[in-house]
């Protein structure tokens, strides 16, 4: 699974994510896209299971990964009283805003890359629609 292979501090705050996507918002290397519609955390093992439906539906195709979970998550033990500090690293995730583009996929036809991107929907736990790059 993705994580960082070193961070400055390991726990972080959780933050506010306000405004839309200002970089990260147009489909740059493939084809299509998979771009987000709201804000959320996309965990690590949700990219990863985005990345494997994907490449399971259509293997031919080029997948580029354009979110990185930076953000840990910490969690405290079941059953455990209050105070004490903050619990330990629990997983990581990707703040995503609305705009931006999760995947993309290259090197195959629009149907085939429609199915693997519908495949890749289905696993997220945000709402994305599917966009096609701007041809100059």
Known sequence: MLM????KYRKSQRGKV???????NS???????LQSTEWAWLAAR?????????LREAPEAKLWIRV???KSVTRKPQEVRMGSGKGEVDRWVAVIRPGTIL???????????RRALNRMAHKMPVK????????L
């Open 4 to 7: 960082p292979k070193r961070v």
């Open 18 to 24: 306000k405004g839309d996507a200002t970089r990260g």
């Open 27 to 33: 489909v740059s290397f493939g084809d299509y896209g």
């Open 46 to 54: 949700s990219i990863e299971a985005g990345r494997v439906a994907a």
């Open 68 to 70: 990185f979970p930076h």
């Open 103 to 113: 995947f993309e996929v290259g090197g195959v036809d629009a149907i085939t890359a």
């Open 128 to 135: 994305v629609r599917m966009v096609a790059r701007k041809h």
